[in-house]
């Protein structure tokens, strides 16, 4: 026969299990909303004026070479720009920040394949090969997306 002891004993154990997991379930919420609330401080990156306008030369001219993107988008612009983008592709490299969040949110695509011979001859002249390395991977990354049916900004 079960005496009142064992109960309340079940009824402890299963109460802190009940517990346990509603803890578990919270703080997997509240990391989504720091990583959407992190994402969208990134986003507003491109409220700058300055920003905006250049992103928008570099995403709907066609370059024909490093020189021309160069009198069209200051090189401090351009750096500014990569270095966001690099940083970004960190955050998600390193699981900080969904890619599927950041795929909808902060467009990649158009920015990559236009400043990317820029960044080539950039890494040439410096001697640094993966200089903007985690901007390429989100590229790579935001593209494999796309190619899998995953929808991105």
């Given amino acids: 026969m079960v005496d009142i002891t064992e109960i309340s004993a079940i009824v402890a154990a299963a109460g802190v299990l009940i517990g346990v997991v509603y803890y578990v379930m919270e703080m997997r919420h509240q990391t989504k909303i720091r990583q959407t609330d992190l994402v969208i401080r990134l986003s507003s990156f491109v409220d700058n004026k300055e ?4 992103l928008m030369t570099l995403v709907s001219s066609d370059f024909k070479d490093v020189d021309e993107l160069r009198e069209k988008i200051s ?4 750096i500014i720009i990569a270095n966001f983008y690099h940083r970004v592709g960190v955050l998600v490299q390193k699981g900080l920040v969904d890619a599927d969040l950041v ?13 990317e011979p820029w960044i080539v001859y950039v890494r040439q002249k410096l001697g640094i090969p993966h200089m903007f390395g985690s901007f390429e991977d989100l590229y790579n990354e935001m593209k494999k997306r ?3 049916g995953v929808k991105n900004g």
């Avoid at 920003?51 to 250049?54: G, H, K, P, Q, R």
Wanted: avoid cysteine.
């Fill in 75 to 78: 090189p401090p612009t351009l």
């Fill in 146 to 148: 796309e190619q899998t």
């Fill in 103 to 115: 795929g909808s949110i902060i467009y990649t695509k158009g920015v990559w394949e236009n400043i």
């Fill in 51 to 54: 920003i905006a306008e250049a």
